[in-house]
């Protein structure tokens, strides 16, 4: 099975800003996407009302709280919140470096989706650096448990996903999506998916101070006699759920710091599972390795690539 490779690097074509609701704050929030240099990677900036300015790497050591939504940073004055479907979109449409300039202290949450960051970003443009791309390469299972829920990476000839879900719900149930990942696959079959939630669980979320921005307009909300209560239904027949699931699974692999070249397989998983997993992947140097493609092409199997020495500057470090 041949994979979507590019031979070198990417960047933004321009400056790209996006503006919103943050589902958890409830405030107005707004984004701006700016072009970086090769080995940049993805670097969030979050900038305070004083003139301060917090940098933070959008790599699986900067990831703090994994309850709701996937954080990066450590203190809630200098973290950025729900990044996971930003980068979703940045991961599956091949964009390697971008600073992220963010004014307020999670992403908007747009319509709930990746899909307006992915037509953004094509219709911005992307264009390529004349630096080669370096990938990981799972070279050994790696599994990790919890309860009832598993996550392991597996040795693959491209990059797959296998998500399946269970919840005690007849509307959803037992789900299961799984791929090939292409920036085609992604933006036709998981970037409209939505995040989902409980009528019964809004007035636990609103005393805890989450969930205040969330509304029909970026969710998908299921009733007390579980049916879907957006007037619209869904977007992908029944299965909005697990491909939603499948696409958190997408960014939160994104904070690998680079692409991947493996299968991902989870099931029950959700956004602490994906990051531990990860974080027991990248801390097993004998399950993975560091290979970039041996010509530039579009296209490559996995042939085509040779292993190289981690750099110096290893995006997917601390």
Not at 176 to 181: A, I, N, R, S
Not at 196 to 217: K, P
Request: net charge negative; charged share 20%; hydrophobic share 40%.
């Amino acid at each position: 099975m041949a994979i979507r490779l590019l031979g070198f690097q990417t960047t933004i074509a321009s400056p790209l800003t996006m503006s919103g609701i943050g589902v958890h704050s409830g405030a107005n929030v707004s984004i701006t996407l700016l072009p970086a240099e090769a080995d940049t990677g993805v670097v969030f900036q979050r900038m305070h009302d004083n003139g301060d300015v917090t940098e933070l790497r959008a790599v699986s050591s900067q990831v703090g709280n994994t309850d709701l939504c996937t954080v990066l940073g450590l203190s809630p004055a200098r973290s950025v919140a729900t990044v996971e479907h930003v980068m979703a979109a940045i991961y599956a449409i091949g964009l390697d470096n971008v600073l992220i300039e963010v004014q307020g202290a999670e992403m908007p949450i747009m319509d709930g989706s990746s899909y307006p960051f992915i037509e953004a970003i094509e219709q911005t443009g992307i264009v390529p650096l004349g630096v080669k791309r370096r990938y990981i390469r799972v070279t050994k299972p790696v599994r990790i448990e919890s309860g009832g829920s598993w996550c392991e990476f597996r040795p693959h000839d491209g990059t797959r996903f296998e998500v399946e879900i269970d919840f005690d719900s007849p509307l959803i149930g037992r789900q299961k999506w799984e791929g090939e990942l292409t920036a085609k696959t992604f933006k036709s079959e998981l970037s409209r998916a939505r995040t989902f939630g409980f009528m019964r669980d809004v007035e636990r979320l609103w005393a805890s101070g989450h969930a205040l921005g969330s509304s029909l307009e970026n969710s998908v909300v299921i009733s007390d006699d579980d049916t879907v209560i957006n007037v619209e239904g869904l977007r992908y027949a029944k299965d909005e759920f697990v491909r939603h699931k499948t696409l958190d699974a997408v960014g939160d692999l994104a904070l690998a710091g680079t692409q991947f070249i493996g299968c991902y397989r989870s099931y029950r998983g959700g956004h602490r599972m994906n990051a531990n997993a990860l974080k027991a992947l990248l801390s097993d140097p004998t399950a993975y390795e560091v290979v970039e493609a041996s010509a530039p092409r579009q296209r490559a199997s996995t042939r085509d690539f040779v292993a190289v020495s981690a750099p110096e500057f290893a995006p997917w470090s601390a």
